[in-house]
């Protein structure tokens, strides 16, 4: 990358530097840094190294009289010295242990995503990719009143789908229990595409039909599953971390507590989180988007620490998102772990 071959005293005061501001969340000056970098260098020394930074974009300084903080490009050669110098992903027994004990995909990526938010201290997120396999678990059929059914659809990875059908017969609550272990009977397990072209093959053997209460429940069934599609799922948790991120900072109060609306409304409307993700995410392995680096402003103040796991036949999504003054090492070292820890647990079932 470009400035890669910073001079080696550059390289080691630029990473101390931003190393404490990650944990002090103040601006860095040369006097502290002349006493802590181990280098040897005078004060005078390292004010000229951290101009010579400043002039190449790595660093600003807030106040005339103040140290200096990183900018989205120091940050980001930071993070690649990191990713250079990163190690095999650490093992987690435990959590991958508790992840195979989960009862479903959604169970284990909701557990996923607790670990990566609780051990970051960030927003964790973890996304599961439709897939063309989800299967038909089991419908329920509800009646309303005299004309109108509500049809529930519930689908393997936790997927749940409500409809209300207009019917043009009525409907008793033991009919509907009739109706609905009939089509659980013949068609659970099946793909949603499986089951719908499987009704429409019964509703078509005009033998079945002289059965009223087989029909029926065809009709519904067929309603029901017209325009259900396999979702992506994502589950987040600790949006709490973000807020007290955000509203700790004082400095320029009202445009924080703006971006902070801005990303809850983003996390509520998951489409967009996931819209987020699927941008972002073109290979297997790390990816880490910082500040300005995204393509929407709304983000420029986060930073995005994701990888990819596998079930075997698919790929997912799992990462977390906090602010530029993240702890890059703790959350690349937490989104590798979980990462493997999931691939392992989820592989083959």
């Known amino acids: 990358m470009a400035n890669a071959g910073l001079a080696g005293r550059q390289r080691r005061i630029l990473a101390r530097l931003i190393a404490e501001y990650i944990e002090q969340g103040e601006p860095v000056s040369s006097a502290w840094l002349a006493e802590h970098s181990d280098l040897g260098l005078s004060s005078a020394t390292v004010r000229s190294i951290l101009s010579s930074l400043e002039e190449q974009g790595f660093l600003r300084q807030p106040h005339t009289s103040a140290g ?12 690649d010295w990191l990713l250079g110098s990163r190690k095999r992903p650490r093992a987690l027994p435990t959590l991958e242990a508790r992840l195979r004990r989960a009862g479903t995909v959604h169970d284990a990526l909701e557990n996923a995503s607790h670990e990566l938010s609780r051990a970051s201290h960030h927003v964790g997120f973890a996304l599961a990719p439709a897939s063309p396999s989800v299967r038909l678990r ?60 499987a009704v429409v093959g019964r509703m078509q053997q005009e033998r079945m039909l002289y059965d009223a209460l087989m029909a029926r429940a065809l009709r519904l069934a067929r309603a029901g599953l017209d325009d259900v599609t396999p979702e992506e799922t994502i589950h987040v948790q600790g949006a709490s971390y973000l807020v007290d991120e955000l509203l700790g900072d004082t400095s320029d109060r009202e445009n924080r507590i ?5 990303l809850l409304r983003m996390i509520e409307e998951k489409h967009r989180l996931v819209e987020l993700m699927t941008r972002y995410i073109e290979a297997n392995g790390l990816t880490i988007v910082i500040g300005s680096e995204h393509f929407s402003p709304t983000l420029h103040p986060f930073s995005l620490v994701a990888s990819t796991f596998s079930d075997g036949q698919r790929t997912g999504t799992i ?31």
């Open 68 to 79: 200096r903080v990183p900018t989205d490009s120091g940050y980001r050669l930071y993070v």
């Open 138 to 197: 089991h419908v329920d059929f509800v009646s309303l009143d005299d004309r109108r059914v509500l049809v529930i659809l519930v689908a393997t990875g936790g997927q749940i789908t409500h409809k209300i059908i207009d019917t043009q017969e009525p409907y008793d609550g033991p009919m509907l229990a009739e109706s609905a272990r009939y089509i659980n009977a013949e068609f659970a397990g099946l793909t949603l595409h499986e089951a719908r072209e």
């Open 258 to 262: 703006e971006t902070l609306r801005a």
């Open 319 to 349: 990462g977390v998102l906090g602010p530029t003054r993240m702890h890059y090492q703790r959350a690349i070292s937490v989104v590798d772990s979980v990462s493997q820890a999931l691939t392992n647990a989820l592989d083959g079932q």
